[in-house]
């Protein structure tokens, strides 16, 4: 929201002169990428810790099955709450006294990759983890100065950060 804005001021200097120090020469191209990873992860952070919960059932969803894994239950028979006032949002049928019909909708690779960050509180972390690793992996596959820029883009994204915020797995 407008009011946070000034939390990401400075991870975004951060990884804009990372940014800045990739366009240049190649042989500062390790620097420049650990300052886009440093700022990225810090604004990620900030994310999390600092926004509130935001209101998206994935969110919801996923901290419920993450939660109900980590007690033994089975998540995929957590009965999940319908958080939006509209019972037209997901069809006809599926929102009876306030719950959902359906399950928990994602495959168990999303589970298993998300109950170990609701450890930590929320889920999201492992979006954020996902993100970083996903960066650094690129550039131990193409370890170029082109594989460094392109590690930046993917966490430079400007929707990378709502990904992260909104829990999305998609």
Not at 91 to 100: F, M, N
Not at 112 to 130: C, F, Q, S, Y
Request: charged residues 15%.
């Amino acid at each position: 929201t407008g009011e946070h804005l000034h939390l990401f001021i400075v991870p975004m200097i951060i990884a804009g002169l990372g940014a800045a120090i990739l366009i240049g020469a190649a042989r500062w191209r390790h620097v420049g990428l650990a300052g886009v990873i440093l700022g990225h992860a810090l604004a990620g952070f900030l994310a999390i810790r600092q926004l509130p919960a935001p209101f998206i059932d994935v969110w919801d969803f996923q901290q419920d099955a993450s939660a109900a894994l980590l007690r033994g239950q089975n998540p995929y028979e957590v009965r999940l709450k319908n958080i939006y006032e509209s019972k037209v949002l997901y069809g006809p049928g599926t929102v009876v006294d306030g719950y959902l019909t359906l399950r928990y909708p994602y495959p168990p690779l999303t589970l298993l990759m998300t109950a170990p960050a609701k450890m930590l509180g929320d889920v999201r972390w492992a979006d954020l983890i996902a993100l970083e690793a996903a960066a650094i992996f690129m550039v131990l596959a193409w370890p170029t100065h082109t594989g460094a820029r392109a590690a930046a883009m993917i966490l430079l994204n400007p929707c990378s950060l709502y990904l992260v915020y909104s829990a999305w797995t998609e």
